[in-house]
């Protein structure tokens, strides 16, 4: 349970976050700050046991037929980065209770701060692949949020788009090769992929699961060439970048190769991959350091660097590498969360982070000036340091680990030049901020910030010293643990001494650090000889070329779209229809799926409905140019014969449906054909022939298509439904129906619960689709003052409605002429009855015919009623029925009886049943599909009534005026 609460405290921080009150600015920060601190001190209550080489897991079933199940896992490796993210977030929590300003939405910033939080710690405690994908797909989305915290910044939403289209696609990477991995392993489970090294080396997929999964980790770690978005995200608040750019999200890409490192390292393609990405990362980043302006620009580019340093050393394909690279991660989260921290602190107190402009904030800023020193010097590699330790043996890595002369060679000699400008652009980084002249002309005056402001800087400062002078002690025993983890007990022997003599790797520690002393004292005299000139760096941008490519997706999309789209609706349903009959096709090319069958006797009853309902069809196609309407009644008769057929083949649960939707939608469609826009010729019509000629085409093109998709549909159906009884699914759903169902009725028990997932995910689309309609119609919703309407007309209005659209309206009394007057008493008194006999077919649905989906429609054909006779205002005018919370609960029941079923251990949407005895009542059996089947009745009603209330809105501008229903457009 406390892997659960690690996980659900953040998310449930950040929804009460996200509800309080805008001036509650100390009430927020205590909060996150509570939930980081419980985060952290739960984690550390596992450390005993995660010493003694135990993994705790948890593991809730979801849908263990597709081996996909909730499953936390935490072993040494897990429990240091999870420290690493609680630990961190309350840290960066106090200082950034003090960052930012009180006219920020402070509210909106610890919401989504606590979301990354919880979303990281689902990364690293994630015992699913499929489950890990997730978490790491909503870091993007909550990282996306807080680089866009101050969205009235171009930088900040072009920084915040930039790093999600390339998270985001990287993240889509990660997903395919996780299915891969699972796939060829035969479960994603964790504990098993990670016991499966030898057979995924071996698998012929390899090659593709290491460029998929390597493209999701090195985007998501900023390396080359997926690094331009990290200097772009700067424009996020300091506490955003000191805890997503340092510490947490871009340690999530090698945190995972790490991971995956027993399973997918050792071979030639991933030193490859994954060590030139690293090299060219440590490099590129080192050098584009140490030209920058700005001091983020500074820090984010000496992250791509350090990160291409832990990425260069996992690509070596050596254990003790990986003692290094899992070392550096986290000395990199100390130094450089403080130096951000710094960076803010300067920001913050002066105005300012220009360079050019920063100059001896020594002197009147002494604390903030130290700690940025000793955190900048641990960044170089200085000794006594933290990062010292972990950056010789990177060097040591480079000079032992090459098995040719080129990287014997090239390898310690790309390590000590990346060290040489990691040393220019720390002291660069000093120097420029914090020594020299005063400064002059600065936008505040600079001062010391709060001392709580300071705290956080001067515990990681701490950290980078204890851990630089007694590394073994401090660090070493949670090192330790995490490598066992990744490597098991065949550990390879590594010192974190200090002290380990002359050798070569504390030569190239000296060459670098006097090196980068060099470096700095020749470009700042190439800078004074050359005033003005830009560097060669800045001819390279990033941001341009990234928005560039953006460019041309979008103009290759215009040129698509100008291509393939028309103006009239028959062209694209035509497109859709081909489309859909040439995929439908594919599974049936290789044949043998029309095996003869013995036809029945045809009944000559049935023939004539059939003939009935090919007739109507057919009138519905012919008129559809003509007459709207009696087109659309016509495709009502098809329908209508489509449920007696149901009916004829012992369906009454498909009959039964099939006609509460016809009668649904029919009238919705017969109430909306009146926006449609009439048919206008222009003057460039062809001459008639020529005219005549092509609707013959046409018409015949059509009659082609609809024949053979109408015959393929029949084809389909045929086969399935006379295909042997072993063979097909239908015999499995009759016999388990009540056994592992508990219904009688067996399309209700296929609907909520074998293919239960199916139908959450349709009235998910039909709640979507109903918010859109609504969404397109309050375009052109009448303004308020519409609503106000004469005594006598409203009276027209509410007591008799049109029940033909499509007549025109009496100027005097609205009503249409021709139409038979209806007393709206007895419609509404039909209302009550018609939510009895709803609620019947709903409560009866799970063992006789009915349903949620089948009350729904009868619900809401009551309401259709209503509203055609009640009047055009008559929907809103009832406040008890509000659809958009009708949607929600609806949405929510049918969730709640998807995932209450974890508390008894059970998959997800399975059902759970109960029997009870009650005096009078008797024998009661309940059931959880109860719940989720009244999601769906009130979905439907829900998404009824809204689309109903869309139309209103255009029946009141339609009827506002006498004259407006001669307006343009309208039919």
């Not at 680990?401 to 790309?414: C, E, I, K, Q, T």
């Not at 139908?759 to 859109?772: M, P, R, S």
């Not at 659809?883 to 059970?906: C, E, M, R």
């Not at 997800?908 to 009870?916: E, G, M, R």
Request: charged fraction near 10%; charge should be positive.
């Amino acid at each position: 349970m406390s892997l659960v609460l690690i996980i659900a405290l953040p998310f449930v921080g950040s929804i009460i976050a996200a509800l309080l009150p805008s001036n509650a600015q100390k009430i927020e920060a205590w909060l996150a700050g509570a939930v980081a601190v419980i985060c952290t001190l739960l984690i550390a209550f596992q450390l005993p046991a995660v010493l003694n080489g135990q993994v705790h897991k948890l593991t809730v079933s979801w849908i263990p037929a597709l081996g996909l199940d909730f499953s936390l896992r935490m072993d040494g490796y897990a429990w240091l980065f999870a420290m690493i993210v609680a630990s961190m977030g309350a840290l960066i929590v106090l200082y950034a209770r003090y960052y930012l300003s009180p006219q920020d939405p402070v509210p909106r910033f610890f919401s989504f701060f606590q979301a990354f939080m919880g979303s990281m710690l689902g990364v690293v405690l994630s015992g699913n692949l499929i489950q890990l994908v997730v978490f790491w797909e909503l870091t993007s989305l909550s990282s996306f949020m807080l680089i866009g915290y101050w969205y009235h910044r171009l930088d900040a939403r072009r920084g915040a788009r930039m790093s999600l289209v390339i998270t985001g696609m990287g993240g889509l990477c990660l997903l395919a090769g996780m299915l891969m991995l699972g796939h060829v392993v035969g479960s994603y489970d964790l504990d098993q992929v990670l016991a499966s090294g030898d057979l995924i080396r071996a698998h012929p997929w390899y090659s593709t699961i290491l460029i998929l999964i390597a493209l999701g980790a090195l985007s998501k770690s900023a390396q080359f060439p997926l690094h331009v978005w990290l200097p772009n995200a700067m424009a996020a608040p300091t506490p955003v970048s000191a805890y997503l750019h340092s510490a947490t999200m871009v340690k999530a890409g090698v945190f995972l190769l790490a991971r995956l490192w027993p399973v997918l390292a050792g071979t030639e393609e991933w030193a490859w991959i994954i060590g030139t990405a690293g090299l060219l990362s440590l490099t590129l980043g080192a050098y584009a350091a140490t030209f920058q302006m700005d001091m983020k620009g500074v820090l984010a580019y000496s992250t791509i660097s350090h990160l291409g340093l832990i990425t260069l050393l996992l690509g070596l394909n050596s254990e003790l590498a990986l003692v290094a690279a899992v070392f550096h991660m986290v000395n990199h989260a100390t130094f450089k969360a403080s130096l951000f921290m710094a960076a803010g602190i300067v920001d913050h107190e002066t105005g300012t982070r220009d360079l050019n402009r920063l100059s001896g904030l020594y002197r009147s800023m002494p604390i903030t000036a130290t700690l940025a020193v000793v955190a900048a010097a641990s960044m170089a590699g200085v000794p006594l340091l933290n990062g010292f330790i972990s950056k010789e043996m990177f060097f040591a890595e480079t000079v032992f680990v090459g098995d040719n002369w080129y990287s014997r060679v090239g390898l310690p000699a790309a390590a000590v030049i990346a060290g040489a400008f990691s040393v220019a652009y720390s002291l660069r980084f000093i120097l420029q901020v914090f020594f020299g002249p005063p400064p002059k002309d600065l936008p505040r005056a600079p001062h010391e910030p709060p001392l709580r402001m300071l705290i956080p800087s001067a515990i990681l400062v701490l950290v980078c010293l204890v851990v630089g002078i007694l590394p073994s002690v401090t660090v070493g025993p949670f090192l330790n643990n995490a490598l066992i983890s990744i490597l098991g007990t065949d550990m390879p022997a590594y010192d974190l001494r200090v002290w380990h003599g002359f050798n070569l790797p504390l030569a190239m520690s000296f060459v670098a650090l006097l090196g980068g002393m060099l470096l700095l004292w020749l470009l700042r005299s190439w800078h004074h000889a050359h005033p003005g000139r830009t560097p060669f760096i800045y001819r390279f941008d990033g941001r341009r070329t990234f928005e560039t490519m953006l460019e041309g997706l979008d103009t290759l999309a215009s040129l698509v779209l100008d291509w393939m789209r028309s103006s009239r609706l028959q062209p694209q349903l035509l497109l859709v229809v081909v489309v859909s009959f040439g995929v439908a096709m594919l599974p049936l090319l290789p044949g043998g799926w029309m095996a003869p069958q013995v036809f029945t006797e045809l009944d000559p009853f049935f023939a004539i409905m059939w003939l009935a309902g090919g007739a109507c069809a057919i009138g519905a196609a012919r008129q559809a140019k003509y007459h709207r309407a009696v087109s659309l009644l016509l495709a009502g008769g098809a329908g209508l014969v489509t449920a007696l057929t149901f009916a004829w083949l012992s369906a009454p649960d498909l009959a039964l449906t099939q006609l509460a939707v016809e009668v649904v939608t029919m009238v919705l469609i017969l109430l909306g054909l009146r926006w449609l826009p009439p048919r206008v010729q222009g003057d460039d019509e062809p001459p008639p022939l020529v005219s005549f000629a092509r609707a013959m085409v046409r018409r015949f093109r059509d009659l082609v298509i609809a024949i053979i998709g109408g015959a393929g549909i029949a084809a389909i159906a045929y086969a399935v439904l006379s295909r042997p009884h072993p063979q097909g699914i239908s015999s499995f759903f009759v016999e388990q129906a009540v056994p592992l169902g508990g219904g009688a009725n067996v399309v209700n028990v296929i609907l909520v619960d074998f293919r239960g997932f199916d139908t959450f995910g349709e009235i998910t689309v039909l709640a979507i689709v109903a918010l859109t309609v609504y969404a397109l119609l309050r375009r052109f919703r009448p303004p308020p003052e519409s609503m106000d309407l004469p005594k006598a007309r409203r009276k027209s209005l509410t007591n008799t409605r049109l029940l033909s659209t499509f007549a025109e309206p009496d100027p005097k009394t609205d009503v249409p002429v021709g139409v038979m007057r209806v007393p709206a008493v007895l419609v509404r008194l039909l209302l009550p009855l018609s939510v009895l006999i709803s609620l019947y077919f709903l409560l009866r649905g799970h063992n006789l015919p009915g349903g949620g989906f089948v009350g729904g429609l009868i619900m809401a054909t009551a309401i259709i009623l209503q509203y055609m006779v009640g009047g055009i205002i008559w929907v809103e005018a009832r406040p008890r029925i509000h659809p958009q919370q009708w949607i929600a609960v609806g949405l929510l029941a049918a969730g709640t009886a998807a995932l209450a079923v974890w508390w008894v251990d059970k998959p997800f949407l399975s059902a759970i049943s109960w029997d009870l005895v009650l005096p009078v009542i008797g024998h009661i059996h309940l059931s959880s599909v109860l719940l989720f089947d009244a999601g769906v009745y009130m979905l439907v009603v829900g998404a009824t009534v809204l689309m109903l209330v869309a139309l209103a809105h255009q029946s009141l501008r339609l009827y506002r005026k006498p004259s407006a229903t001669a307006d343009k457009g309208i039919n």
